[in-house]
């Protein structure tokens, strides 16, 4: 059983930036596939940024070049570096796992198996 646990969020103004950290138990970080996505009330979730177990990475066209996903070793986690945000990343951040690493790099919910339970980032303008 994988556990997953998101910190590391909280209110900014833009241009700023936040690192969100997930601390993953029950599965060595090096062997999974694991993803940042997001979520606004009233839309759906959105894939943000996901890496693979050879650290491949994907990103969301809306982050790329500002997000920078990258597995801590050590720590046993998955983190997301946040340059640039604007209000347009405000939304409740979710850490999600997959052990058959299938479909790593669509950027779709359906494929992680294992999710935490979200930070929130507010960024005002």
């Known amino acids: 059983q994988v556990q997953l646990v998101e910190s590391g969020g909280g209110s900014v103004q833009a241009g700023g930036s936040l690192r969100l950290s997930c601390v993953v138990s029950?599965?060595?970080?090096?062997?999974?596939?694991l993803g940042w996505f997001r979520q606004v009330p009233g839309k759906e979730r959105e894939g943000v940024a996901t890496?693979?177990?050879?650290?491949?990475?994907k990103y969301a066209r809306a982050v790329k070049g500002r997000f920078t996903i990258s597995k801590g070793t050590p720590e046993n986690s998955l983190l997301l570096q946040m340059n640039g945000l604007n209000p347009e990343d405000t939304a409740l951040y979710y850490c999600?796992?997959?052990?058959?690493?299938?479909?790593?790099?669509?950027?779709?919910?359906?494929?992680?198996?294992?999710w935490g339970q979200g930070t929130q980032v507010t960024v005002s303008s």
């Open positions: 890496i693979d177990d050879d650290s491949r990475t």
């Open positions: 029950g599965y060595a970080v090096e062997k999974l596939c």
């Open positions: 999600a796992a997959s052990i058959t690493c299938w479909g790593w790099d669509h950027l779709t919910s359906d494929y992680f198996e294992y």
